[in-house]
C-alpha cells in the first residue's frame, strides 16, 4: 500500500469529511469494498453494533493486526477509526490532517470479510 497518496488530505469536516469517511474512501479504493455509512462520533458499543452489524467482519488481538484492518480507537468520550498499514501502524484522519502513528495498545481491531 502506497499510503503517501492519502497525506495531502488536510480538509476536515465532522459531518462529511471526517476519520470515517476518510477509512471508506481508503478501504474502497486499497480493498475494492465499499463500507457502510456510520456516523463515527458515538459510543464504542454503538459503533460495533452499527458499523459491524452491516459487515461480516472478525475481531483480532492486537498482535493480529495486518493491513487493511480496521482500527476503532475509543478515547476521552471521543470515537476514532483508521486504517491499518502494517501490524503495528495505522493511517487516520484528524482535525489537522492525515497522520501515521502507532496502533494504540487499547484500540480495537476489526478484519472486514467480504
Keep these: 500500500m502506497d499510503f503517501l497518496r ?6 476536515y469536516d465532522e459531518d462529511y469529511n471526517n476519520c ?4 471508506q474512501r481508503v478501504f474502497q479504493r486499497e ?4 463500507l457502510p455509512d456510520y456516523p463515527i462520533f458515538d459510543t464504542h458499543k454503538s459503533f ?3 458499523l459491524l452489524c452491516n459487515v461480516k467482519y472478525k475481531e483480532h488481538d492486537l498482535r493480529d493486526c495486518q493491513e487493511g484492518c480496521i482500527v476503532h ?3 476521552l ?3 476514532h477509526a483508521g486504517y491499518a498499514i502494517n501490524n503495528k501502524q495505522y493511517i ?3 482535525r489537522t490532517g492525515v497522520q501515521v502513528a502507532d496502533i494504540p495498545a487499547k484500540a480495537q481491531i476489526y478484519e472486514i470479510i467480504n
Design 73 to 75: 480507537v475509543s478515547a
Design 92 to 94: 487516520h484522519k484528524t
Design 48 to 50: 460495533k453494533s452499527r
Design 77 to 79: 468520550g471521543h470515537e
Design 31 to 34: 480493498k475494492g469494498h465499499k
Design 20 to 23: 470515517w469517511h476518510f477509512v
Design 6 to 11: 492519502y497525506m495531502n488530505d488536510k480538509e
